[in-house]
């Protein structure tokens, strides 16, 4: 084995000796540090100064209780948390996810994606991220504003415009950072940089709501074209039918694709029409419904119980937009089989390892989410911007920087990917790209 093969392997095995239940963790860090082992040859320094060892380790992990109190006057704790975890290339940025899934290892690892992910965009932010165990589904606008202004009662503590800025993720939209801006607000003045996806009448930034899933079909756009291939016609099938997933459905049309499927964690739609993403914000956005109502208002459509990765249709381009490890392996091997020759994610961590490697060894072209869902906090860090000069630009503005931003993330993974000769690996080149530049600044910074 190479020096740094084994340099790697044991940050590997430090991290399953400290954590060993931190399942989720542990598959982004080993994914992460596997693929570096190029630049890690290419820079003895790196190697020198241990700086694995200090990015596989939060610089500061706050777990807190959340109490609240249910509308039939029942007490209720839930656990919070907020993971800071790399500030070399700017303040903590990273979203709060409100899911009944939410445990250390899975902010963890939402958190150390964060770092290169951010990294990846060109602007001044540093990874982090939070949530809660806390489930919103089925609770009344009041027990969401009661949790919320309980929850921001102790993360206040922790976070600021220049220090750490939370935005939102899963079961966290325009109604909770509303009612968490609220209630940091009421502690601490208007401070309107704190929070990101804020409404429009509060500092919020036109197309944030849009930008991960906007975001999604420019980075899949250009690699596609960097194949020679086009958008045009193409069948894609998308899992999920929240935030990212509605506006991906919305700009893949724009593009001239059709989307043939949308899904929840209950089953899926099949529309050969195309999914009409009108419909789906209806039911999901203005009504806050269920994704089978859409079978009932669309005569060509279909619902089907289960996952729409075990759904067998023939289609061109795959783009999970719900959760992690939604996709294990023989999902994977159905999606070879389908026909697809690109799958790009708009969830974090979508797919699991083994299903990379059968992408991999099909010749599906793979755009990680770390790359291709990175227009959200894309978004969210020129809301700051906004903000720190108290202006609003433009949707236009915004759009097109989401745009060109898409596009370089592209072309630095595609760059690495050539430097290193990884055979169209964009995993890797976005891996890599990510972590020269924080590597860059951890070095300069010293041991901090
Ligand atoms: P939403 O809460 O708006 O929507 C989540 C969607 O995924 C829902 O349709 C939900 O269905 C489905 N889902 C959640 N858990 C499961 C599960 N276990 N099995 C099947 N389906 C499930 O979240 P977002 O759209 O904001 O986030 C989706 C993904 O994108 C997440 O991985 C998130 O981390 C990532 N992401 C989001 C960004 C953003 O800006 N919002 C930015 C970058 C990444 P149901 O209603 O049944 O739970």
Redesign the pocket.
């Known amino acids: 084995m190479s020096n740094v093969k084994s340099y790697i392997e044991s940050v590997k095995d430090e991290i399953q000796r400290r954590d060993p239940d931190q399942t989720e963790f542990q598959e982004a860090a080993f994914t992460v540090l596997d693929s570096l082992e190029p630049t890690l040859a290419d820079h003895p320094e790196y190697v020198e100064a241990n700086l694995l060892a200090q990015l596989v380790e939060p610089e500061r992990v706050i777990q807190f209780r959340v109490p609240w109190q249910s509308d039939d006057g029942k007490f209720h704790v839930n656990r919070g948390f907020r993971v800071q975890f790399n500030s070399a290339i700017g303040p903590y940025k990273g979203?709060l996810?409100l899911?009944p899934?939410v445990n250390l290892s899975v902010v963890k690892f939402?958190g150390f994606e964060q770092i290169l992910k951010n990294s990846l965009t060109g602007l001044p932010i540093g990874g982090a991220k939070g949530g809660n165990d806390f489930d919103p589904?089925g609770k009344s606008d009041s027990e969401v504003m009661r949790f919320c202004q309980s929850f921001m009662t102790e993360l206040q503590r922790h976070i600021g415009p220049d220090l750490d800025v939370p935005?939102?993720?899963?079961?966290v939209?325009a109604r909770e950072i509303g009612y968490l801006f609220g209630a940091y607000k009421r502690l601490n003045g208007y401070q309107n940089g704190v929070l990101t996806?804020k409404g429009l009448t509060f500092g919020g930034s036109l197309a944030r709501t849009e930008?991960?899933g906007f975001g999604l079909l420019y980075y899949t756009n250009a690699l596609v074209k960097a194949q020679g291939d086009t958008l045009t016609g193409k069948r894609i099938k998308i899992?999920?039918?929240?935030?990212?997933?509605t506006y991906a459905v919305q700009k893949a049309t724009e593009l001239g694709a059709k989307v043939v499927t949308v899904?929840?964690?209950?089953g899926y739609i099949y529309d050969p029409k195309g999914i009409d993403y009108q419909v789906v914000k209806q039911i999901k956005e203005v009504e806050r419904g269920?994704?089978r109502e859409y079978a009932d208002r669309v005569a060509s459509a279909e619902y089907h119980g289960g996952?729409v990765w075990d759904f067998d249709v023939d289609y061109d381009i795959a783009l999970p937009?719900?959760?992690?490890n939604?996709i294990n392996k023989d999902q994977a091997k159905l999606i070879a089989k389908d026909g697809a020759k690109y799958i790009c994610e708009?969830?974090?961590m979508?797919s699991y390892p083994d299903a990379i490697a059968v992408y991999r060894d099909s010749n599906i072209l793979y755009g990680p989410?770390k790359a291709a869902?990175a227009g959200?906090?894309a978004v969210s860090a020129l809301e700051m911007s906004q903000n720190s000069e108290r202006l609003s630009w433009s949707f236009e503005t915004v759009d097109n920087r989401l745009q060109d931003i898409m596009e370089d993330i592209f072309e630095k993974s595609q760059a690495a990917d050539k430097k290193y000769h990884l055979d169209r690996d964009y995993q890797a080149g976005a891996n890599i790209a990510g972590f020269e530049k924080v590597a860059t600044a951890m070095l300069a910074q010293g041991l901090v």
């Open positions: 979203g996810r899911h899934s939402l589904k935005a939102g993720d899963i079961g939209g996806g930008a991960t899992s999920g039918s929240g935030n990212v997933a899904s929840d964690s209950n269920r994704i996952s937009c719900a959760t992690q939604e708009g969830a974090n979508p989410a869902n959200g906090v």
